[in-house]
């Protein structure tokens, strides 16, 4: 089966830190790799994809490169913003299968201090 | 502008009450979801529909029902049955597994429901 496993949170940083929150997976076949992120009371939202070997992702200063040796989508930013603040949930898709249905990490909260 | 609506945005309901959710898109899309997401947990796959007319059972879907008449429309009741209502829930849709997709999910604002 597909699994999604993020690095435990939460994590604090300060602004202007780097910021990692690593992510690996399992999947039959081959996944298109997404994050999202859920700001407080609200919605997830698609902060960035890729969808095959090696591609990045990139949006608002986050990137995530898809690595299949490794099987790692780790989320990245060189410097971080009170306004990042947020859980950032990793999530696979395999094209037509498992009846389309995402699989979810268990999301990581960020917290950043000014 | 395209997107998904969850209504109501709070939802306060008695213990032995049945209460549905409501979950419009204008996305054409046709595969819709719902999740349930408790405090500092992760989401939790309730019921999913592929097509008009078909859903299917997720992880947690005791105490649940839904229906799917319409392609826009993916109503989620909870039911008296289920023990421990109060969560968060999030609706959301994707163009599904017959197109060339990669099943991005587009969410809703979520529907935080509150038993008495």
């Known amino acids: 089966g597909n699994s999604v496993t993020q690095m435990e949170g939460p994590v604090t940083l300060s602004e202007e830190a780097f910021l990692t929150i690593n992510c690996t997976y399992t999947a039959t076949g081959y996944p298109s790799l997404f994050w999202y992120v859920q700001y407080p009371g609200e919605g997830l939202q698609l902060l960035l994809k890729a969808t095959k070997a090696d591609d990045k992702g990139s949006n608002k200063g986050f990137e995530a490169t898809y690595r299949k040796e490794t099987t790692s989508f780790h989320l990245e930013k060189g410097s971080v913003q009170v306004s990042d603040s947020a859980v950032y949930f990793c999530?696979?898709?395999?094209?037509?299968?498992?009846?389309?249905?995402?699989?979810f990490g268990d999301g990581t909260t960020l917290t950043v201090k000014p | 502008d395209g997107g998904i609506t969850q209504s109501p945005k709070y939802l306060f309901r008695k213990e032995g009450q049945n209460v549905t959710l409501s979950c419009e898109q204008n996305l054409n899309h046709d595969a819709m979801y719902w999740y349930r997401q408790d405090p500092g947990q992760g989401l939790r796959l309730i019921y999913y529909?592929?097509?008009?007319?078909?859903?299917q059972k997720g992880d947690i879907a005791e105490g649940y029902s839904v229906s799917r008449e319409k392609k826009e429309s993916f109503p989620l009741t909870v039911t008296s049955a289920q023990k421990n209502p109060t969560a968060f829930y999030l609706c959301?849709?994707?163009?599904?597994?017959?197109?060339?997709?990669?099943?991005?999910?587009?969410f809703g604002p979520g529907t935080r429901l509150t038993v008495l």
């Open positions: 529909s592929q097509i008009v007319n078909d859903f």
């Open positions: 959301a849709s994707s163009t599904g597994i017959d197109f060339d997709s990669y099943n991005e999910q587009f």
């Open positions: 999530a696979l898709s395999v094209y037509n299968t498992n009846a389309g249905k995402s699989t």
